[in-house]
Protein backbone atom coordinates (compact mmCIF):
# COMPACT_ATOMS: atom_id res chain seq x y z
CA UNK A 1 0.00 0.00 0.00
CA UNK A 2 1.71 3.40 -0.77
CA UNK A 3 1.73 5.62 2.38
CA UNK A 4 3.15 8.58 0.40
CA UNK A 5 0.64 9.56 -2.38
CA UNK A 6 2.94 12.52 -4.41
CA UNK A 7 1.97 16.28 -4.46
CA UNK A 8 0.02 15.56 -8.03
CA UNK A 9 -2.59 13.02 -6.11
CA UNK A 10 -2.92 15.54 -3.37
CA UNK A 11 -6.37 17.34 -3.47
CA UNK A 12 -7.28 20.84 -3.54
CA UNK A 13 -8.39 22.18 0.29
CA UNK A 14 -11.76 22.11 0.11
CA UNK A 15 -11.49 25.33 2.30
CA UNK A 16 -8.38 27.37 1.15
CA UNK A 17 -7.58 26.08 -2.40
CA UNK A 18 -4.23 25.03 -1.71
CA UNK A 19 -3.16 21.41 -1.68
CA UNK A 20 -4.64 19.88 1.23
CA UNK A 21 -2.02 18.83 3.80
CA UNK A 22 -1.96 17.76 6.68
CA UNK A 23 2.01 16.92 8.12
CA UNK A 24 3.07 16.08 11.59
CA UNK A 25 4.99 18.90 12.91
CA UNK A 26 5.89 17.24 16.30
CA UNK A 27 5.97 14.85 18.37
CA UNK A 28 7.11 15.23 22.06
CA UNK A 29 8.17 11.48 24.31
CA UNK A 30 5.61 12.83 27.17
CA UNK A 31 2.23 11.85 24.08
CA UNK A 32 1.58 15.43 23.10
CA UNK A 33 1.65 16.19 19.16
CA UNK A 34 1.09 18.94 16.82
CA UNK A 35 0.26 19.02 13.22
CA UNK A 36 0.25 21.54 10.69
CA UNK A 37 -2.30 21.62 8.01
CA UNK A 38 -2.20 23.81 4.96
CA UNK A 39 -4.64 26.48 7.00
CA UNK A 40 -6.47 26.87 10.10
CA UNK A 41 -10.17 25.88 9.00
CA UNK A 42 -8.98 22.40 7.85
CA UNK A 43 -6.65 22.19 11.36
CA UNK A 44 -9.74 22.95 13.26
CA UNK A 45 -11.84 20.72 11.16
CA UNK A 46 -9.20 17.79 11.37
CA UNK A 47 -9.36 18.47 15.28
CA UNK A 48 -12.88 18.62 15.60
CA UNK A 49 -12.84 15.21 13.16
CA UNK A 50 -10.23 13.07 15.94
CA UNK A 51 -11.94 13.94 18.86
CA UNK A 52 -15.06 12.57 17.24
CA UNK A 53 -13.58 9.12 15.90
CA UNK A 54 -10.12 7.94 17.14
CA UNK A 55 -10.25 5.18 14.71
CA UNK A 56 -9.72 7.56 12.30
CA UNK A 57 -7.90 9.84 13.78
CA UNK A 58 -5.39 6.69 14.70
CA UNK A 59 -5.38 5.50 10.86
CA UNK A 60 -4.17 9.46 9.97
CA UNK A 61 -1.75 9.51 12.29
CA UNK A 62 -0.25 6.42 11.45
CA UNK A 63 -0.21 7.69 7.60
CA UNK A 64 1.28 10.43 8.26
CA UNK A 65 4.18 9.07 10.19
CA UNK A 66 3.71 8.60 13.98
CA UNK A 67 4.56 5.08 14.05
CA UNK A 68 6.98 5.51 11.55
CA UNK A 69 8.89 8.79 13.17
CA UNK A 70 8.72 7.08 16.52
CA UNK A 71 9.63 3.43 16.44
CA UNK A 72 6.18 2.30 18.38
CA UNK A 73 3.22 1.79 17.74
CA UNK A 74 -0.13 3.51 17.79
CA UNK A 75 -2.89 1.38 20.19
CA UNK A 76 -5.23 4.57 19.95
CA UNK A 77 -5.15 8.40 20.50
CA UNK A 78 -5.99 8.87 24.12
CA UNK A 79 -7.87 11.94 25.58
CA UNK A 80 -5.61 13.68 28.49
CA UNK A 81 -8.62 14.40 30.00
CA UNK A 82 -8.57 17.91 29.46
CA UNK A 83 -9.27 19.37 26.17
CA UNK A 84 -6.19 18.05 24.46
CA UNK A 85 -5.37 14.17 22.96
CA UNK A 86 -2.23 11.89 23.22
CA UNK A 87 -0.69 9.83 21.76
CA UNK A 88 -1.39 6.13 23.55
CA UNK A 89 1.57 3.88 22.41
CA UNK A 90 1.50 -0.09 22.46
CA UNK A 91 2.82 -1.27 25.79
CA UNK A 92 6.24 -3.08 26.07
CA UNK A 93 7.59 -5.08 28.60
CA UNK A 94 11.43 -3.87 28.87
CA UNK A 95 14.37 -4.35 31.33
CA UNK A 96 14.79 -2.36 34.10
CA UNK A 97 17.19 -2.00 36.76
CA UNK A 98 17.05 -2.44 40.52
CA UNK A 99 18.04 1.65 41.00
CA UNK A 100 15.30 2.66 38.62
CA UNK A 101 13.21 0.00 39.91
CA UNK A 102 13.46 1.08 43.50
CA UNK A 103 13.02 4.99 42.55
CA UNK A 104 10.54 4.00 40.88
CA UNK A 105 8.22 2.38 43.47
CA UNK A 106 9.49 4.66 46.24
CA UNK A 107 8.18 7.78 44.11
CA UNK A 108 5.08 6.30 42.48
CA UNK A 109 3.55 3.22 45.09
CA UNK A 110 0.65 4.05 46.58
CA UNK A 111 1.33 2.80 50.45
CA UNK A 112 4.48 0.75 50.43
CA UNK A 113 8.17 1.98 49.74
CA UNK A 114 10.83 -0.46 47.48
CA UNK A 115 11.85 -3.77 48.76
CA UNK A 116 15.45 -3.56 49.54
CA UNK A 117 16.31 -6.60 47.50
CA UNK A 118 14.93 -8.62 44.74
CA UNK A 119 15.65 -11.81 42.58
CA UNK A 120 14.59 -9.88 39.10
CA UNK A 121 11.97 -7.16 37.43
CA UNK A 122 10.16 -5.67 34.94
CA UNK A 123 8.73 -2.76 33.55
CA UNK A 124 6.62 -1.42 30.88
CA UNK A 125 6.40 1.44 28.66
CA UNK A 126 4.29 2.99 26.51
CA UNK A 127 6.49 5.05 24.08
CA UNK A 128 9.61 5.83 26.34
CA UNK A 129 7.69 7.21 29.36
CA UNK A 130 7.97 4.01 31.70
CA UNK A 131 4.47 2.99 33.45
CA UNK A 132 4.92 0.46 35.62
CA UNK A 133 7.53 -2.40 37.02
CA UNK A 134 7.35 -5.29 39.10
CA UNK A 135 9.89 -6.22 41.84
CA UNK A 136 9.89 -9.93 42.57
CA UNK A 137 11.95 -11.22 45.55
CA UNK A 138 11.72 -13.97 47.97
CA UNK A 139 8.78 -14.53 49.97
CA UNK A 140 8.08 -12.04 52.84
CA UNK A 141 6.30 -15.13 54.84
CA UNK A 142 9.09 -17.37 56.62
CA UNK A 143 6.86 -20.42 55.72
CA UNK A 144 6.92 -20.25 51.67
CA UNK A 145 10.83 -19.76 51.98
CA UNK A 146 13.01 -23.01 49.93
CA UNK A 147 10.06 -24.52 48.20
CA UNK A 148 10.81 -22.86 45.09
CA UNK A 149 8.46 -20.01 45.81
CA UNK A 150 8.35 -16.11 44.51
CA UNK A 151 7.01 -13.44 45.23
CA UNK A 152 5.37 -10.59 43.70
CA UNK A 153 6.90 -7.77 46.35
CA UNK A 154 5.51 -4.60 44.70
CA UNK A 155 4.10 -4.12 41.77
CA UNK A 156 3.41 -0.40 41.08
CA UNK A 157 1.72 1.11 37.87
CA UNK A 158 1.60 5.24 37.65
CA UNK A 159 -1.48 6.84 39.10
CA UNK A 160 0.12 10.39 38.00
CA UNK A 161 -0.78 9.90 34.02
CA UNK A 162 -4.37 9.44 32.02
CA UNK A 163 -5.56 6.34 32.64
CA UNK A 164 -5.86 5.48 29.27
CA UNK A 165 -1.88 5.21 28.99
CA UNK A 166 -1.64 2.95 31.48
CA UNK A 167 -4.42 0.73 30.15
CA UNK A 168 -3.60 -3.22 30.73
CA UNK A 169 -0.54 -2.25 32.14
CA UNK A 170 -0.69 -4.22 35.47
CA UNK A 171 -1.81 -7.41 33.98
CA UNK A 172 1.13 -7.31 31.28
CA UNK A 173 3.64 -6.63 34.85
CA UNK A 174 1.67 -9.45 36.33
CA UNK A 175 1.76 -12.19 32.93
CA UNK A 176 5.48 -11.00 32.53
CA UNK A 177 6.70 -11.72 36.29
CA UNK A 178 4.86 -15.30 36.02
CA UNK A 179 6.80 -16.27 32.88
CA UNK A 180 10.28 -14.87 33.62
CA UNK A 181 9.59 -16.78 37.50
CA UNK A 182 8.77 -19.99 35.50
CA UNK A 183 11.73 -19.68 32.77
CA UNK A 184 14.47 -19.17 35.87
CA UNK A 185 13.18 -22.42 37.83
CA UNK A 186 10.22 -21.58 39.94
CA UNK A 187 7.44 -23.54 40.27
CA UNK A 188 5.04 -20.92 41.73
CA UNK A 189 4.67 -17.51 41.98
CA UNK A 190 2.67 -15.24 45.30
CA UNK A 191 1.69 -12.08 45.33
CA UNK A 192 -0.93 -9.98 47.78
CA UNK A 193 -3.12 -7.09 47.77
CA UNK A 194 -5.05 -4.86 49.95
CA UNK A 195 -8.63 -7.08 50.71
CA UNK A 196 -10.00 -3.44 49.66
CA UNK A 197 -8.24 -3.73 46.14
CA UNK A 198 -10.28 -5.56 43.55
CA UNK A 199 -7.60 -8.38 42.10
CA UNK A 200 -8.67 -7.28 38.37
CA UNK A 201 -5.20 -7.88 36.66
CA UNK A 202 -4.31 -10.83 38.55
CA UNK A 203 -7.69 -12.50 37.80
CA UNK A 204 -7.21 -11.39 34.37
CA UNK A 205 -3.71 -12.74 34.35
CA UNK A 206 -4.82 -16.07 35.62
CA UNK A 207 -3.55 -15.88 39.06
CA UNK A 208 -6.04 -17.89 41.76
CA UNK A 209 -6.77 -16.26 44.77
CA UNK A 210 -5.89 -18.43 47.85
CA UNK A 211 -6.10 -17.09 51.31
CA UNK A 212 -7.26 -13.95 53.41
CA UNK A 213 -4.30 -13.18 55.23
CA UNK A 214 -4.72 -10.96 58.60
CA UNK A 215 -2.78 -7.66 59.17
CA UNK A 216 -0.38 -7.49 61.86
CA UNK A 217 1.59 -4.78 63.35
CA UNK A 218 5.60 -5.68 63.20
CA UNK A 219 6.78 -3.64 66.65
CA UNK A 220 8.43 -5.45 68.87
CA UNK A 221 11.74 -6.96 69.91
CA UNK A 222 14.82 -4.86 69.44
CA UNK A 223 14.19 -3.58 65.73
CA UNK A 224 11.27 -0.96 64.68
CA UNK A 225 9.80 -1.65 61.72
CA UNK A 226 7.40 0.78 59.80
CA UNK A 227 3.68 -0.01 60.37
CA UNK A 228 2.57 1.63 57.54
CA UNK A 229 0.36 -0.76 55.80
CA UNK A 230 0.49 -3.69 58.02
CA UNK A 231 -2.84 -3.67 59.74
CA UNK A 232 -5.00 -4.15 56.77
CA UNK A 233 -5.96 -7.75 56.20
CA UNK A 234 -4.74 -9.38 52.39
CA UNK A 235 -5.94 -11.21 50.06
CA UNK A 236 -2.81 -13.95 49.14
CA UNK A 237 -3.23 -14.92 44.90
CA UNK A 238 -1.17 -17.56 43.55
CA UNK A 239 0.25 -18.96 40.36
CA UNK A 240 1.03 -22.49 39.66
CA UNK A 241 4.51 -22.52 37.19
CA UNK A 242 6.30 -24.96 35.11
CA UNK A 243 9.61 -24.43 35.17
CA UNK A 244 12.17 -26.05 32.65
CA UNK A 245 14.60 -28.82 34.24
CA UNK A 246 17.66 -26.59 33.92
CA UNK A 247 16.65 -23.42 34.92
CA UNK A 248 19.44 -21.50 36.41
CA UNK A 249 17.47 -19.20 39.33
CA UNK A 250 18.64 -15.58 40.06
CA UNK A 251 20.16 -14.64 42.95
CA UNK A 252 18.91 -12.09 45.21
CA UNK A 253 21.14 -8.98 44.32
CA UNK A 254 20.67 -5.59 46.30
CA UNK A 255 23.04 -3.17 45.66
CA UNK A 256 22.98 -2.16 41.73
CA UNK A 257 25.42 0.69 40.54
CA UNK A 258 22.99 3.70 40.51
CA UNK A 259 21.27 4.20 37.65
CA UNK A 260 20.67 7.73 36.03
CA UNK A 261 18.31 6.95 33.56
CA UNK A 262 15.59 9.66 33.93
CA UNK A 263 11.95 8.99 34.92
CA UNK A 264 11.45 12.45 33.87
CA UNK A 265 9.62 12.78 29.63
CA UNK A 266 9.62 15.80 27.82
CA UNK A 267 12.00 15.37 25.49
CA UNK A 268 11.07 15.57 21.98
CA UNK A 269 11.83 12.89 19.96
CA UNK A 270 14.09 13.55 16.44
CA UNK A 271 11.44 13.99 13.85
CA UNK A 272 13.45 12.42 10.61
CA UNK A 273 12.59 12.77 7.22
CA UNK A 274 10.41 15.45 5.47
CA UNK A 275 7.09 15.28 7.26
CA UNK A 276 4.44 13.54 5.26
CA UNK A 277 1.21 14.70 3.39
CA UNK A 278 -1.53 12.84 2.79
CA UNK A 279 -4.91 13.68 1.05
CA UNK A 280 -7.63 13.09 3.74
CA UNK A 281 -10.10 12.15 1.53
CA UNK A 282 -8.39 8.48 1.21
CA UNK A 283 -10.16 7.18 4.39
ZN1 LIG B 1 -6.52 24.31 3.48
Known amino acids: MQMTPTDDQLPPCMFCGQDERVELFEIWSDHRFMTQTCCETLHDSVVHEMTDDPDWARTLLRRIGADLYTGHTLRRLADDGGCGMLLDWQLRICPVTFAVARQFVDRHHAHCRAPRCWRFGVAVRNGTTLIGVAMIGNPVARG ?11 LCVRRDIPAALRWNAAS ?67 KELHPPRQAARCPVTSQAPMDRTSLAFATPFALTGQPQAVPLGLF
Not at 145 to 154: F, H, L, P, S, T
Not at 192 to 210: F, M, P
Open 144 to 154: FAGRGIVEVNR
Open 172 to 238: MLLGQAARTAEQRGWSRIITYTRVDEAGTSLIASGWKREAVVRGRGWHGGARSRSNRNAFVDKIRWG
